[in-house]
């Protein structure tokens, strides 16, 4: 069954720290990946996707994600957080072969990031 | 970019009474809307799949008849919470993607939710 999985219900970073946020999905074939952020009260907000091509992809507020397609994963990164950045994240795959638009959902990871 | 604008953004109604969300793609068309159900735990489910001109799709277990589901236009798409009670109190949002711009590949856009309270 596909799934996606984001391991880690919280992370604490220090504010001026890098960041990961771990995401692993099991969908055959090539998916498209995708980071979404969701501020409090709010809808969520696209980040960056992988569709083919470079496995490190640059997106919105200085977030990247690298693909790594032999560990069928695709961690959120930012080299330096911001408090700003506290939010709750989720990742999400897409089956290619699938013919509609309907995305596979993470749990959601809650950031924290502490002045 | 795109924008989809979800109205209201919260409401109390009374047990018993019905409550319609509205989810409108402002400068896209939108075939299909996806409406979720966000709990407080954090995670996202899929209600439902709205398809323009015909009748929606329900995830396994939400009730068709309790949350009824319009989409008449290419714009508009609507949630209607029927004889709504405390228990579906809940985030609702919607969804849509820019279906003729990127194909599969295009991220869906979000409207900002709608947080119901029944009492």
């Known amino acids: 069954a596909q799934s996606v999985a984001q391991p880690e219900d919280q992370v604490n970073v220090a504010e001026g720290n890098p960041l990961t946020v771990k995401c692993t999905y099991s969908v055959s074939g090539n998916p498209y990946l995708f980071w979404y952020v969701q501020y409090p009260n709010r809808g969520l907000q696209f980040l960056l996707k992988y569709i083919t091509g470079d496995n490190l992809v640059k997106g919105s507020y200085g977030f990247e994600a690298e693909f790594n397609k032999s560990q069928t994963s695709f961690h959120l990164k930012k080299p330096s957080a911001l408090v700003s950045d506290s939010a709750l994240y989720f990742c999400a795959v897409r089956d290619p072969g699938d013919s509609n638009y309907q995305l596979i959902w993470g749990a959601g990871t809650k950031l924290i990031i502490k002045p | 970019g795109a924008v989809v604008s979800q109205h209201p953004s919260w409401v109390i109604c009374k047990s018993g009474t019905s409550v319609k969300i509205e989810c409108r793609s402002l400068d896209f068309q939108a075939t299909t809307m996806f409406w979720y159900r966000q709990f407080p735990k954090q995670s996202l489910m899929l209600m439902a799949t709205s398809n323009e001109g015909s009748k929606a799709t329900y995830e396994q277990g939400v009730e068709k008849d309790k949350f009824l589901i319009n989409h008449a236009s290419l714009t508009l798409s609507t949630l209607t919470v029927t004889s709504a009670h405390p228990e579906d109190s809940s985030f609702y949002i919607c969804?849509?993607?820019?279906?003729?711009?990127?194909?599969?590949?295009?991220?869906?856009?979000f409207g900002n939710g709608t947080r119901l309270t029944v009492t």
């Open positions: 969804s849509a993607a820019q279906e003729r711009l990127g194909g599969y590949n295009s991220p869906l856009h």
